[in-house]
Protein backbone atom coordinates (compact mmCIF):
# COMPACT_ATOMS: atom_id res chain seq x y z
CA UNK A 1 0.00 0.00 0.00
CA UNK A 2 1.52 3.43 -0.87
CA UNK A 3 1.26 6.59 1.51
CA UNK A 4 2.77 9.99 2.27
CA UNK A 5 4.45 11.33 4.90
CA UNK A 6 6.00 14.89 5.94
CA UNK A 7 9.52 14.55 5.20
CA UNK A 8 11.97 15.25 7.94
CA UNK A 9 15.70 15.99 8.50
CA UNK A 10 16.11 12.27 9.63
CA UNK A 11 15.13 11.33 5.96
CA UNK A 12 18.42 12.92 4.51
CA UNK A 13 20.18 9.27 4.52
CA UNK A 14 17.45 7.35 2.88
CA UNK A 15 16.89 9.90 0.42
CA UNK A 16 20.79 10.26 -0.45
CA UNK A 17 20.78 6.64 -1.28
CA UNK A 18 17.47 6.09 -2.98
CA UNK A 19 18.53 9.71 -5.37
CA UNK A 20 22.21 7.82 -5.36
CA UNK A 21 20.45 4.49 -7.02
CA UNK A 22 17.66 6.24 -9.02
CA UNK A 23 20.37 9.09 -10.31
CA UNK A 24 20.88 8.34 -14.05
CA UNK A 25 16.65 6.91 -13.73
CA UNK A 26 15.48 10.30 -13.16
CA UNK A 27 18.31 12.72 -15.40
CA UNK A 28 16.06 13.03 -18.18
CA UNK A 29 13.20 14.27 -15.82
CA UNK A 30 14.96 16.26 -13.42
CA UNK A 31 17.44 19.72 -13.26
CA UNK A 32 20.94 19.32 -13.33
CA UNK A 33 22.07 18.53 -10.17
CA UNK A 34 25.74 18.89 -8.74
CA UNK A 35 27.71 15.59 -6.77
CA UNK A 36 26.87 16.90 -3.54
CA UNK A 37 22.90 17.08 -3.91
CA UNK A 38 23.39 13.18 -3.80
CA UNK A 39 25.13 13.06 -0.50
CA UNK A 40 23.73 13.35 2.72
CA UNK A 41 24.34 16.42 3.54
CA UNK A 42 23.43 17.66 0.36
CA UNK A 43 19.90 16.10 0.86
CA UNK A 44 19.90 17.19 4.41
CA UNK A 45 20.18 20.91 2.92
CA UNK A 46 17.19 20.00 0.36
CA UNK A 47 14.79 18.93 3.26
CA UNK A 48 15.81 22.16 5.54
CA UNK A 49 14.74 24.24 2.84
CA UNK A 50 11.34 22.48 2.12
CA UNK A 51 11.09 22.31 5.59
CA UNK A 52 11.24 26.05 6.42
CA UNK A 53 8.94 26.38 3.12
CA UNK A 54 6.33 24.34 5.06
CA UNK A 55 6.67 26.31 8.38
CA UNK A 56 6.00 29.57 6.17
CA UNK A 57 3.15 28.10 5.06
CA UNK A 58 4.45 27.80 0.86
CA UNK A 59 4.96 24.05 0.67
CA UNK A 60 4.21 20.95 1.87
CA UNK A 61 7.52 18.10 1.16
CA UNK A 62 6.10 14.59 1.42
CA UNK A 63 7.72 11.09 1.27
CA UNK A 64 5.95 8.90 -0.36
CA UNK A 65 6.27 5.33 0.89
CA UNK A 66 5.64 1.56 0.22
CA UNK A 67 4.73 -0.78 2.80
CA UNK A 68 7.20 -2.91 1.74
CA UNK A 69 9.80 -1.19 0.18
CA UNK A 70 10.10 2.10 2.57
CA UNK A 71 10.51 5.56 1.02
CA UNK A 72 10.42 5.27 -3.17
CA UNK A 73 10.02 9.02 -3.72
CA UNK A 74 8.78 12.22 -3.04
CA UNK A 75 5.95 14.68 -3.82
CA UNK A 76 5.58 18.17 -2.59
CA UNK A 77 3.21 21.24 -3.10
CA UNK A 78 5.30 23.81 -3.81
CA UNK A 79 4.55 27.41 -4.20
CA UNK A 80 1.62 27.72 -1.98
CA UNK A 81 -0.13 31.23 -2.73
CA UNK A 82 -3.23 32.26 -0.33
CA UNK A 83 -5.12 35.15 -1.00
CA UNK A 84 -7.68 35.30 -3.74
CA UNK A 85 -5.39 32.52 -5.47
CA UNK A 86 -5.69 29.58 -3.14
CA UNK A 87 -3.30 27.85 -5.38
CA UNK A 88 -0.21 25.30 -5.44
CA UNK A 89 1.91 23.79 -8.11
CA UNK A 90 3.30 19.61 -7.13
CA UNK A 91 5.90 17.87 -7.84
CA UNK A 92 7.09 14.28 -7.41
CA UNK A 93 8.98 11.36 -8.44
CA UNK A 94 9.33 7.63 -7.59
CA UNK A 95 12.25 5.37 -7.58
CA UNK A 96 12.90 3.02 -10.84
CA UNK A 97 11.45 -0.03 -9.04
CA UNK A 98 8.54 1.48 -7.95
CA UNK A 99 8.27 2.81 -11.28
CA UNK A 100 4.94 1.64 -13.25
CA UNK A 101 3.03 0.56 -9.97
CA UNK A 102 0.56 2.84 -9.12
CA UNK A 103 2.59 4.63 -6.40
CA UNK A 104 2.72 8.21 -7.89
CA UNK A 105 -1.12 7.50 -8.24
CA UNK A 106 -1.73 7.32 -5.37
CA UNK A 107 -0.03 9.45 -3.80
CA UNK A 108 -0.84 12.19 -6.54
CA UNK A 109 -4.65 11.46 -4.90
CA UNK A 110 -3.36 11.83 -1.58
CA UNK A 111 -1.73 14.99 -1.63
CA UNK A 112 -4.19 16.47 -3.70
CA UNK A 113 -6.97 15.42 -1.03
CA UNK A 114 -4.55 17.02 1.59
CA UNK A 115 -4.56 20.53 -0.82
CA UNK A 116 -8.36 20.33 -1.01
CA UNK A 117 -9.76 19.20 2.44
CA UNK A 118 -6.92 20.45 5.01
CA UNK A 119 -5.23 23.24 2.80
CA UNK A 120 -8.22 24.54 1.47
CA UNK A 121 -6.82 25.39 -1.65
CA UNK A 122 -8.74 25.96 -4.39
CA UNK A 123 -6.78 24.79 -7.22
CA UNK A 124 -3.29 22.52 -8.06
CA UNK A 125 -1.17 22.99 -11.04
CA UNK A 126 1.10 20.25 -12.17
CA UNK A 127 3.82 20.13 -15.23
CA UNK A 128 5.22 17.42 -17.09
CA UNK A 129 7.20 17.42 -19.74
CA UNK A 130 5.58 16.51 -23.55
CA UNK A 131 7.03 13.45 -23.71
CA UNK A 132 6.38 12.51 -20.50
CA UNK A 133 3.48 10.26 -20.86
CA UNK A 134 3.30 7.88 -17.65
CA UNK A 135 3.70 11.38 -15.79
CA UNK A 136 0.80 12.58 -17.79
CA UNK A 137 -1.29 9.58 -17.06
CA UNK A 138 -0.96 9.68 -13.39
CA UNK A 139 -2.43 13.26 -13.82
CA UNK A 140 -5.18 12.48 -15.95
CA UNK A 141 -5.88 9.63 -13.49
CA UNK A 142 -6.42 12.04 -11.29
CA UNK A 143 -8.74 14.48 -12.34
CA UNK A 144 -5.93 16.80 -13.52
CA UNK A 145 -7.28 18.61 -16.84
CA UNK A 146 -4.65 20.13 -19.31
CA UNK A 147 -4.97 23.72 -19.74
CA UNK A 148 -2.14 24.34 -21.85
CA UNK A 149 1.66 24.36 -22.98
CA UNK A 150 4.52 26.47 -21.36
CA UNK A 151 7.22 26.96 -24.15
CA UNK A 152 11.18 26.50 -22.60
CA UNK A 153 8.64 26.62 -18.94
CA UNK A 154 12.07 24.39 -17.16
CA UNK A 155 15.62 23.63 -17.92
CA UNK A 156 15.53 19.96 -17.46
CA UNK A 157 18.56 17.89 -18.10
CA UNK A 158 20.21 21.01 -19.01
CA UNK A 159 17.80 22.37 -21.75
CA UNK A 160 14.79 24.71 -21.39
CA UNK A 161 11.70 22.55 -22.25
CA UNK A 162 8.35 23.09 -22.94
CA UNK A 163 5.67 21.59 -20.48
CA UNK A 164 1.91 20.49 -20.58
CA UNK A 165 0.29 22.63 -17.85
CA UNK A 166 -2.30 20.53 -15.57
CA UNK A 167 -4.52 21.56 -12.89
CA UNK A 168 -7.26 20.43 -10.72
CA UNK A 169 -9.88 22.64 -9.35
CA UNK A 170 -11.57 21.68 -6.17
CA UNK A 171 -15.22 22.22 -6.54
CA UNK A 172 -15.70 22.37 -3.07
CA UNK A 173 -14.37 25.90 -2.76
CA UNK A 174 -16.38 27.75 -5.38
Known amino acids: MTCTRL ?11 LLRANREFLAPWEPLRE ?23 TGLPHLILDDSAGVIGRITLNGIVRGCFQSCSMGYWVSAAANGRGHASAAVRELVRLAFRELRLHRVQAETLLHNVRSRRVLERNGFLRFGTAPAYLKIAGQWQD ?12
Open 7 to 17: ATLDDAPVLAN
Open 35 to 57: DDYFTVEGQRAELQAALDRYEQG
Open 163 to 174: HAMYQVVNTETR
